[in-house]
Nanobody
Framework: QVQLVESGGGLVQAGGSLRLSCAAS????????MGWYRQAPGKQRELVAA???????NYADSVKGRFTISRDNAKKMVYLRMNSLKPEDTAVYYC?????????WGQGNQVTVSS
């Protein structure tokens, strides 16, 4: 079975940085798109960033210029570097991996940005 394990969340002051990591394990032969979503209290889950195996990326307008998504195909990992964090970035962040027409989710990783 596929399992995604996230790490790197926590509490940070506004203007600070965090790096989220997500590691995929299990019977995986290939991975399609990988990405990060987030969900704040009272809001719907939204796409933050995505990256395909070839390196093409897509970002939500709210994080462009501040966040960077990357992946290591050999290690089956995806990362999210978050700079210049704002209180509005506070949310639970979820890793998402698409494998053989099915999406898999990490357990969620709390990011709290204090003002």
């Amino acid at each position: 079975q596929v399992q995604l394990v996230e790490s790197g969340g926590g509490l940070v002051q506004a203007g600070g940085s965090l790096r989220l990591s997500c590691a995929a394990s299990g019977s995986i032969f290939s991975i399609g798109v990988m990405g990060w979503y987030r969900q704040a209290p009272g809001k719907q889950r939204e796409l933050v960033a995505a990256i395909v195996s070839g390196g093409i990326t897509n970002y939500a307008d709210s994080v462009k210029g501040r966040f960077t998504i990357s992946r290591d195909n050999a290690k089956k990992m995806v990362y999210l570097r978050m700079n210049s964090l704002k209180p509005e970035d506070t949310a639970v962040y979820y890793c998402n991996v698409y494998i053989l027409a099915k999406g898999y989710w990490g357990q969620g990783n709390q990011v709290t940005v204090s003002s």
